[in-house]
């Protein structure tokens, strides 16, 4: 259980932030970018969670949401140089991202895809306002995700597979929210052109 007495801590003065083994990253690195984009991710989710509050996917988000501050854990605890996937088997110590949280994003995707009629163009962000705010939050998690795969380190292979499904779960539940994409907003190209 985390125990949280005091906000500042005054660690992270000098620009370094601890990870979940005890030792200390500059702030501007690579991992850390990497976490601070997924808890974007998890703010931009709440905001549509909020919009969407009397709707079914309002569970989903809000499991998401607790998936995502266990992502963040899963990447504050890089394995080290030459560990083989074992190395990111959870523990009771250790938080990880594991194959069936993906697996059950899928289940999700498919279920709401199954009543959603086939794209005929890409679809502009919008529609609704519930939609709007899963786009974003879709876009920040494709951004959280490029930070993962830029990081150095070793990550679980399962934590990188989640961030990329969760965006595919996104922009389908946008379409699910736009009335089953009737809803959608259709790309038309080149139709602002004088």
Known sequence: MVKLNTIYTRTGDVGTTGLVDGSRVSKASALIQAIGDVDEA????????????????????????????????????????????????PSEMVLRIVPSQVARLEHEIDAM??????????ILPGGSAQAAALHLA??????????????????????????????????VASR?????GAGDVLWQPG????
């Open 42 to 89: 998890n703010s931009a989710i709440g905001v549509a969670a909020v919009a969407l509050e009397e709707h079914p996917l309002a569970a989903a988000l809000a499991r998401i949401q607790n998936d995502l501050f266990d992502l963040g854990a899963d990447l504050a605890t890089p394995a080290s140089e030459g560990a083989d996937d074992d190395a990111f088997a």
């Open 113 to 122: 895809n199954d009543h959603l009629a086939p794209l005929r163009s890409f």
């Open 138 to 171: 879709r876009a920040i998690t494709r951004r959280a995700e490029r930070s993962a795969v830029a990081v150095e380190s070793r990550l679980n292979p399962a934590a990188l597979a989640y961030v990329n499904r969760l965006s595919d779960f996104l922009f």
């Open 176 to 180: 699910a929210v736009n009335q089953n």
């Open 191 to 194: 139709a602002t052109r004088d």
